[in-house]
């Protein structure tokens, strides 16, 4: 089984940043794909940003496209969303997720198999 541990979430001034954190653990695969997902009642479950852990290769969101950035540390198996220019719209639960396999389109829940528990980032106006 992998675990995916989420860490960094909290409450911000629009305007302002925060970086999650996502650290996986358990079993490993030879190429997988990382990415960040974000959940407000009442909405689906919104990609955000993947990356592709051998190249790092990234995609995103095109509305946090030059505010968020997706990175990654092999070292410590642990992928990041630096996110800047906080806005109220941004505020929502964040997860990361894991699918084996390298993606350049992962953009669907469905294309991940492992999940996090979840962080809670609220942007205040």
């Known amino acids: 089984q992998v675990q995916l541990v989420e860490s960094g979430g909290g409450l911000v001034q629009a305007g302002g940043s925060l970086r999650l954190s996502c650290a996986a653990s358990?079993?490993?695969?030879?190429?997988?794909?990382m990415g960040w997902f974000r959940h407000t009642p009442g909405k689906e479950r919104e990609f955000v940003a993947a990356i592709t852990w051998s190249g790092g290769s990234t995609y995103s969101l095109d509305s946090v496209k030059g505010r968020f950035t997706i990175s990654r540390d092999i070292a410590k198996n642990t992928v990041y969303l630096q996110m800047n220019s906080l806005k109220p719209e941004d505020t929502a639960v964040y997860y990361c997720?894991?699918?084996?396999?390298?993606?350049?389109?992962?953009?669907?829940?469905?294309?991940?198999?492992?999940w996090g528990q979840g962080t809670q980032v609220t942007v205040s106006s």
């Open positions: 997720a894991l699918r084996p396999g390298t993606s350049y389109s992962a953009r669907s829940p469905k294309d991940y198999d492992y």
């Open positions: 358990g079993r490993t695969f030879s190429t997988y794909t």
